[in-house]
């Protein structure tokens, strides 16, 4: 059977939302062959037993990898990414949907593009529920890694079918908590990004790593800043530095705000508004957070 795309599926308790998205994919239609590999990172709920029902109902396109113990979703992405034969491999959360189309939508995109690595597209937000809450859109274009820096990022992980050519060593240079951003920008190292200005998938909110709780996750902002900050160590000149810190300083910026309005980690707040203010002030307010920080830790939140 010659494989062309290899949807590769990343799940961990997700139970609630897993039936429908491998039904998403298993419903398309294409004129090519596809297979569906899914890495269940250990789930301690239903997960595994909704694989094992996919997998007797479509046992010539269901893989399935179970891990024994929790590996985490580093290593769960480099274990399903390495049992891909398509020649493009589509990645997709457990808890997101792909539209109909899609697949065929994106893989004629990448065949008629031999410059383009990576092809993405719109996407819906969509609640717990499956109900559209606002859309995820971006211009249509070929766009350069420069691009991605600056606009970082303009996609959904979900929204991303790419060149099977990964070079896996890369993985084992990653923090053991690196965010997809920090995949696409090596990626994208390799040629353009092809973005779909067409709504082809569904990306669920506020059910994943992005918030535990009503809080949002540190490791988000964090690896921004990783990401960042391995580009400013690198030779760039001088337009090019101030570009970058100019957008750094909004997205420090941004996440400082959104810590202190939900409450979140007092001590990453801390960090991103000073972070944030040593780049570029572009905005009084960012002083007004700064000033925040001198405070005791217990009169900043009642303010709040």
């Known amino acids: 059977m010659n494989i062309l795309v290899s949807v ?45 029902g996919f997998l007797i109902k479509y046992p010539n396109i269901v893989v399935p990898i179970f891990h024994k113990v929790n590996i985490g979703p580093i290593e769960n992405i480099k274990s399903v990414y390495k049992k891909a034969k398509g020649k493009y491999i589509y990645h997709l959360d457990g808890d997101d949907l792909a539209l109909p189309g899609k697949l065929q939508r994106q893989f004629d995109v990448m065949e008629s593009n031999p410059d383009s690595v990576i092809c993405t597209h719109d996407m819906r937000y969509i609640d717990a529920k499956g109900n559209k809450v606002r859309e995820w859109t971006h211009q249509k274009g070929k766009f350069n890694l420069d691009y991605l820096y600056l606009n970082l990022p303009f996609f959904a992980h979900s929204s991303k079918m790419f060149r099977n050519d990964f070079i896996f060593d890369y993985f084992d240079s990653l923090h053991p908590k690196a965010l997809d951003i920090e995949i696409h920008i ?4 390799k040629g353009f990004i092809y973005h779909l200005d067409e709504e082809l998938g569904a990306y669920r909110v506020d059910v994943g790593i992005s918030n535990i709780g009503k809080k949002i996750n540190p490791i988000l902002p964090l690896g921004i800043m990783r990401a960042y900050d391995k580009k400013l160590s690198e030779e760039l000149s ?66 709040r």
């Not at 429908?20 to 250990?42: A, H, K, M, P, R």
């Open 186 to 189: 090596e990626q994208a190292r």
């Open 8 to 52: 590769c599926i990343v799940t961990y308790n997700q139970e609630k939302f897993l039936e429908q998205t491998l039904q998403s994919i298993l419903n398309q239609n294409t004129n090519f062959q596809y297979e569906v590999i899914v890495g269940d990172d250990c789930s301690t709920d239903s997960t595994r037993k909704i694989i094992e």
């Open 238 to 303: 001088c337009e090019e530095r101030k570009r970058l810190n100019t957008v750094y300083a909004k997205y420090t910026f941004r996440y400082a705000r959104y810590f202190y309005k939900t409450g979140s980690d007092y001590n990453i707040y801390c960090l991103l508004i000073k972070k944030s203010v040593s780049l570029k002030i572009f905005t009084m307010r960012q002083i007004f957070f700064y000033l925040l920080v001198f405070l005791p830790k217990i009169i900043i939140w009642k303010l």
